[in-house]
Nanobody, 124 residues
Framework: QVQLVESGGGLVQAGGSLRLSCAAS????????MGWFRQALSKEGEFVAA????????YYADSVKGRVTISRDNGKMTGYLQMNSLKPGDTDVYYC?????????????????WGQGTQVTVSS
C-alpha cells in the first residue's frame, strides 16, 4: 500500500515557476513508477510526466517537454515536478500517482495509487 500527498500548488503569473512535491508513505518506494497527471472536472486526465523507480528513465508529454522536469528522491520518499515558463493553459489540478510497472506510464488507468491533487493556477 502506498499513500501519496501532493503539495506545492498555488497561484503564479504566466512565465513563472512552481515545484510540486509528492510525498509517499509505505514500503519500497523505489520500486514504484511515479507519474504526474492533470485533470480539471470537465476533462479527462492528461498525462504530464513519469519517472521510473530508480529515476533513470523519464517520460514527458509533448505539451510540457522542455518546460517540466520530473525527479525523485527515494531517500526522502518524495517525487517532484518542476514546472517552468508556466502558461495559463497549465492551470489545472495536478495529481501524482504510483504503480509497480513502468510500461504504459502515460496511461492513467494503469496506476494503482493516487494523491488528492494540488491546484495550479496560472494567471495571464
Amino acid at each position: 500500500q502506498v499513500q501519496l500527498v501532493e503539495s506545492g500548488g498555488g497561484l503564479v503569473q504566466a512565465g513563472g515557476s512552481l515545484r510540486l512535491s509528492c510525498a509517499a508513505s509505505g514500503r519500497t518506494f523505489s520500486s514504484y513508477t511515479m507519474g504526474w497527471f492533470r485533470q480539471a472536472l470537465s476533462k479527462e486526465g492528461e498525462f504530464v510526466a513519469a519517472i521510473s523507480g530508480s529515476g533513470s528513465i523519464t517520460y514527458y508529454a509533448d505539451s510540457v517537454k522542455g518546460r517540466v522536469t520530473i525527479s525523485r528522491d527515494n531517500g526522502k520518499m518524495t517525487g517532484y515536478l518542476q514546472m517552468n515558463s508556466l502558461k495559463p493553459g497549465d492551470t489545472d489540478v495536478y495529481y501524482c500517482a504510483a504503480k509497480r510497472v513502468l510500461a504504459k506510464s502515460d496511461i492513467r488507468g494503469t496506476y494503482d495509487y493516487w494523491g488528492q491533487g494540488t491546484q495550479v493556477t496560472v494567471s495571464s
